[in-house]
């Protein structure tokens, strides 16, 4: 199965228990509270939130000219995101909101240098956007503490540029820059902190995967493709009630 057949299966999973349990809990609702700290929500309403994170991407399958050139040491590396959104809770155990957000990358790989000449040093800048529809399942609050699965699906923009190899010799070659749409699907898990009455911390892990990218095409009409990108993302930030 792959990386996407595995998330979207998971991430249906996850929606179905969501609306199970929000179905289950349409009676009043019974929701802990420390005495000595704030309350846990229990009514509906709307909210802000704000995420900053720091990303861990997976490897790309990187090609050039159709598959002609398969690259090596394909490598998207670590970067920062960040990124808000909007979203309604609607009881104390369903909630969906829609999110934006921003990371950029530097690429960097090789490819065979023909005739045999040794390996080309590849380094391209890759900046990608989504907007994310999500549903969360928040379980139940203990010690001031709410955890939470959620899953998500949404769109990537993806934009390729700056795509230089340096070939022993040196001969520089370069690609013209690409980008474009692209689908992507998010699963995520964490935990939630009241600070005040209408403020929440959340703490969690995203795993989203992003789709495909292409390059330009070059003079002799091939392009650069990264396939299936994914990454593991760590996220923290405020949740405003509104």
Known sequence: ??????????????????????AAADGPQIVEVDEAGPPSYAEGGWYLRGDIGYVVAEDPVVTYGSGAVTFLNEDLGTTWMIGGGIGYRFNSWFRTDLTFDYRTFDFTGNTPCLPACGLSVETYDLDTWTIMANVYADLGTWHGVTPYVGAGIGAAYHWLHNIVGVNPGPVITVVPDGGGWAFAAALMAGASVAVTERTLIDAGYRYIWLGDVESGADGSGGTVLFEDMAEHEFRLGPRVEI
């Open 1 to 22: 199965m792959s990386s996407l057949s595995r998330v979207v299966f998971l991430g249906a999973c996850l929606i179905v228990a969501a609306f199970q349990v929000a």
